[in-house]
């Protein structure tokens, strides 16, 4: 069983930067496509940005496109979410997935989740 920890939010002003790590331990990291997904109350989980597991491919939502940069360093067994331009409507728990197979958007089809990291954008 992989285990998934984010780390990295906080509450900040509209415009600023937050960088989110996700570490992982108990396998191969980089077997592992990983995503961060983000969730408020009353509203579906939300796909932000996915990256293949040797780092070489990526994909953004249409809301975070230019400002969010998904990386990851599998010497480390980590992958990143660096946010810049922040807004208040990025205000969520943000929460990071892997799944040992190719890379995808949806939700339901990743295996491992951590515990998510409140992220928080002040106007």
């Known amino acids: 069983q992989v285990q998934l920890v984010e780390s990295g939010g906080g509450l900040v002003q509209a415009g600023d930067s937050l960088r989110l790590s996700c570490a992982a331990s108990?396998?191969?990291?980089?077997?592992?496509?990983v995503a961060w997904f983000r969730q408020t109350p009353g509203k579906e989980r939300e796909f932000v940005a996915v990256?293949?597991?040797?780092?070489?491919?990526?994909n953004y939502a249409d809301s975070v496109k230019g400002r969010f940069t998904i990386s990851r360093d599998n010497a480390k067994s980590t992958v990143y979410l660096q946010m810049t331009s922040l807004k208040p409507e990025d205000t969520a728990v943000y929460f990071c997935a892997a799944r040992e197979t190719l890379y995808t958007t949806h939700a339901a089809l990743y295996s491992y989740w951590g515990q998510g990291t409140q992220v928080t954008v002040s106007s």
């Open positions: 990256i293949s597991g040797a780092g070489r491919y990526t």
């Open positions: 108990g396998r191969t990291f980089s077997y592992f496509a």
